[in-house]
């Protein structure tokens, strides 16, 4: 059971916009940085976005990051259905001494 | 180009070992931290251990501590990950990344490079 909670499932229109929340604690989000990940299918996880809110070259603006507290939220403007995929936030956990992850949101581009 | 390259998966039976071993090429191998993760048929990422650069600093997910071991040979340009006394719910896809972790103002930690990963399948 992961400690990162995200929604499991989010969808939207093709060209809308979308959000996916990821809520940790003190110990995990609440005094750690937060990264996003992205699974397209088949495929190998890919860094979205580290340190909450910076996008790794390459990444379009499209995707953004930003943390409050506890938790966390990657945004998805002007979608499109090459977006559809699974989205997993990231952090360190102080407490436990390792990493983890979110459960995963699968995005659909209706 | 930056690449990790996993090989060693297979079929396993319940109690087994297998050593599963990741190549780096294109950045200095020596100079990153490193992590497994894995990912069980159908479900989610499962962070399962990390290594520092020089291999002195080694930390374990619960589920594995005690039966897995982390290695690194920096001459090599290679992370190892030994798998003993395997069960069913160790069947995954294990994932080699290179990590980024630190200070600044808050801690940071994240994967920046994945190889396409290896499969593991523990059955009788």
């Known amino acids: 059971q992961s400690v990162l909670t995200q929604p499991p499932s989010v969808s939207a229109a093709p060209g809308q916009k979308v959000t996916i929340s990821c809520s940790g604690s003190?110990?995990?989000?609440?005094?750690?940085?937060v990264s996003w990940y992205q699974q397209l299918p088949g495929t190998a996880p890919k860094l979205l976005i580290y340190?909450?809110?910076k996008r790794p070259s390459g990444i379009p603006d499209r995707f953004s990051g930003s943390k409050s507290g506890t938790s966390a939220t990657l945004g998805i403007t002007g979608l499109q259905t090459g977006d559809e995929a699974d989205y997993y936030c990231?952090?360190?956990?102080?407490?436990?001494?390792?990493?983890?992850f979110g459960g995963g949101t699968r995005l659909t581009v209706l | 180009e930056m690449q990790l390259v996993e090989s060693g998966g297979g079929l396993v039976q319940p109690g087994g070992s297998l050593r599963l071993s990741c190549a780096a090429s294109?950045?200095?191998?020596?100079?990153?931290?490193m992590n497994w993760v894995r990912q069980a048929p159908g479900k989610g990422l499962e962070w399962v251990s990390y290594?520092?650069?020089?291999?002195?600093?080694?930390y374990y997910a619960d589920s594995v501590k005690g039966r897995f071991t982390i290695s690194r040979d920096n001459a090599k340009k290679s992370l190892y990950l030994q798998l003993n006394s395997l069960r069913a719910e160790d069947t995954a896809v294990y994932y080699c990344?290179?990590?980024?972790?630190?200070?600044?103002?808050?801690?940071?930690?994240?994967?920046?490079?994945w190889g396409k990963g290896t499969t593991v399948t523990v059955s009788s």
């Open positions: 990344t290179r990590a980024n972790s630190g200070w600044n103002g808050y801690f940071y930690y994240y994967m920046d490079v």
């Open positions: 294109g950045f200095t191998f020596s100079s990153y931290e």
């Open positions: 990231g952090t360190w956990d102080g407490s436990l001494s390792g990493g983890m």
């Open positions: 290594i520092s650069s020089s291999g002195s600093t080694i």
């Open positions: 003190s110990s995990s989000i609440g005094n750690n940085y």
């Open positions: 340190d909450n809110d």
